[in-house]
């Protein structure tokens, strides 16, 4: 089956955000009198959507301050971070172009609600590259649960064989697994043996472009 189109991640994938998601939830725990560790968000929230974060801090220590509230102080907290200070990942916009030269269509699928999408996407001048936007935050479920990755399926009107994911978290592994898109893993961590089932391993966009032809990846 013919490959259409390459769905992306974003906070971890496309832009350098992942220290903003730590510093925000440590910054509001603490001010609840909770000391937590960014070891600590990166092994229970990473590639999580922002209620499930808030309300899983706010169970865990049982904060005085209600999900809802948590929620909406870290994403201002991780919406400033990024208008001010966020970076693109190493080789997105080679990796851009050599899908976009190739053919493929884009396509984006994050945990991270709108308000965040609209921050990055402002910051790194991103809106005229997607042809399809989804956040899981419009979903019953957030990843590891397939249901914003079948949603971009529908809205591109192709079957899972006809897409590949580029994905960074083991929540957003396995929600793209779950949906049976091939998908490839770019993180620091590649090579761990949780992406062992991965299409491809890399540490960075600029080596998973440059490792392979498009006709080879796709």
Not at 151 to 166: F, T, Y
Not at 184 to 205: E, I
């Amino acid at each position: 089956m013919k490959v259409e189109a390459v769905i992306f991640d974003m906070d971890g994938v496309i832009i350098d955000s992942e220290g903003f998601w730590q510093r925000a939830q440590i910054e509001v725990l603490a001010e609840q009198g909770i000391a937590i560790t960014a070891e600590e968000c990166e092994r229970f929230t990473k590639g999580k959507r922002i209620d499930d974060i808030a309300r899983l801090w706010c169970e865990r220590y049982s904060l005085s301050i209600s999900s809802p509230q948590a929620e909406e102080q870290i994403v201002t907290l991780v919406c400033a971070a990024i208008r001010r200070e966020g970076v693109a990942m190493n080789g997105l916009e080679q990796a851009l172009r050599s899908f976009r030269a190739a053919g493929y269509r884009l396509a984006l699928a994050t945990s991270s609600c709108k308000q965040i999408i609209e921050a990055v996407f402002d910051r790194l001048k991103l809106w005229d590259w997607f042809d399809v936007v989804c956040s899981a935050d419009d979903e019953l479920f957030g990843k590891p649960h397939p249901a914003v990755y079948s949603k971009v399926l529908h809205k591109l009107g192709l079957e899972a064989g006809e897409c590949r994911v580029i994905e960074d978290s083991l929540n957003g592994f396995t929600a793209a697994q779950r949906a049976g898109i091939k998908t490839f893993v770019v993180a620091p961590d590649y090579d761990d043996a949780k992406f062992a089932a991965a299409f491809g391993r890399y540490a960075s966009l600029r080596e998973l472009v440059d490792a392979l032809e498009p006709e080879q990846v796709y």
